[in-house]
């Protein structure tokens, strides 16, 4: 019988007022929980507040902290140098994108009817993003930022156009911001591409892996996976009315290589897959 109480960790905020691993951290609560008849208690750890995606993406590789799960994009690089669980964690919801605008930028952004129109605009996304490299992919001009609030400034004051947040980020980035000059949700524009997020830890950490896997399988199959993902975006994905804005749709050049890899998810129930708008 296993007693012994196994830590694990999971990213914390980036900045005072970062909910966006509030998600993270009730996910793997939640598969935990299934999972304490088979593998015993656990306690739940944070990384210290500031730690950027890139950093985290390394500290994942190295083991710094103890079972670190990271949520970061499917790629062949991710898949290569970390041990991936095999599941959609937010169901290709970040993939659907809205945009930050300034006060003054609304009727310029609505003549964007197409991909080409988006070409004129700049958009800032962050440093190490692989969102950053997907739009340049697809044409779209980039600037890159060092943290949020830098970048939100950057819009605010007409540095750039838009920044681009997951339609699951932007009700609440926009309720705790604290800038002097407010920044509003786009309401005309949908941007997406295929967005597949997985649990990322160190390549040799299998056990934690294995126990994360089981857990997450469980709670698809129980239905509170759903639910808690229902809980935390729903009442967004209404609120912004995606299925009635402008579809803009881009590719992914980091899933052409690994799409085989990827039917595995093919398994699960339909209502843990990825979410389909349009």
């Given at each position: 019988m296993?007693t012994?109480?196994t ?5 914390g905020?980036?900045?005072e007022?970062?909910?966006r691993m509030n ?11 299934k ?6 208690s ?7 507040v500031g730690l950027?995606?890139?950093?985290a993406?390394e500290?994942?590789k ?8 990271l949520r970061?994009?499917v ?8 041990r ?7 169901r290709?919801?970040?993939?659907y994108?809205i ?5 003054f ?8 009817e197409t991909?080409e129109?988006l070409k004129?605009f ?10 950053t490299?997907?739009l ?7 600037v890159t ?9 950057m819009?605010a004051?007409g540095r750039?156009d ?5 339609a ?6 926009v309720k ?7 920044l ?6 949908l ?12 390549k040799?950490n299998h056990?934690a892996?294995?126990?994360?896997s ?5 709670a698809c199959e129980?239905?509170?996976?759903l639910?808690?993902w229902s ?6 994905i209404?609120?912004l ?6 579809y803009?749709k881009?590719?992914?050049p980091?899933?052409?290589?690994i799409s085989s890899?990827?039917n595995i ?6 209502e ?7």
């Amino acid at each position: 019988m296993v007693t012994a109480e196994t830590v694990f960790t999971v990213r914390g905020p980036e900045y005072e007022g970062d909910q966006r691993m509030n998600y993270d951290y009730a996910l793997v609560k939640l598969a935990l929980e299934k999972t304490i008849s088979s593998y015993g208690s656990y306690r739940i750890e944070r990384t210290p507040v500031g730690l950027n995606y890139k950093r985290a993406y390394e500290f994942a590789k190295s083991g710094l902290y103890k079972n670190f799960f990271l949520r970061a994009m499917v790629s062949d690089q991710s898949l290569n140098e970390l041990r991936p669980v095999y599941f959609p964690i937010d169901r290709g919801i970040t993939g659907y994108r809205i945009a930050l605008i300034s006060s003054f930028s609304q009727s310029r952004i609505s003549k964007i009817e197409t991909l080409e129109d988006l070409k004129k605009f700049q958009v800032v996304q962050g440093i190490g993003w692989p969102d950053t490299n997907i739009l340049k992919s697809n044409g779209v001009k980039v600037v890159t930022g060092p943290g949020f609030e830098s970048m939100r400034e950057m819009v605010a004051h007409g540095r750039v156009d838009m920044f681009l947040r997951g339609a699951n980020e932007v009700e609440a980035e926009v309720k705790n911001q604290k800038l002097p000059v407010t920044l509003y949700v786009e309401s005309e524009i949908l941007i997406h591409y295929p967005f597949p997020r997985f649990f990322f830890t160190t390549k040799d950490n299998h056990k934690a892996a294995k126990r994360l896997s089981e857990g997450l399988k469980l709670a698809c199959e129980d239905g509170s996976f759903l639910k808690l993902w229902s809980d935390y975006f729903g009442k967004s994905i209404h609120k912004l009315n995606l299925s009635n804005r402008k579809y803009i749709k881009l590719e992914n050049p980091y899933l052409e290589k690994i799409s085989s890899k990827l039917n595995i998810l093919q398994s699960l129930p339909a209502e843990c897959k990825e979410i389909a708008i349009h």
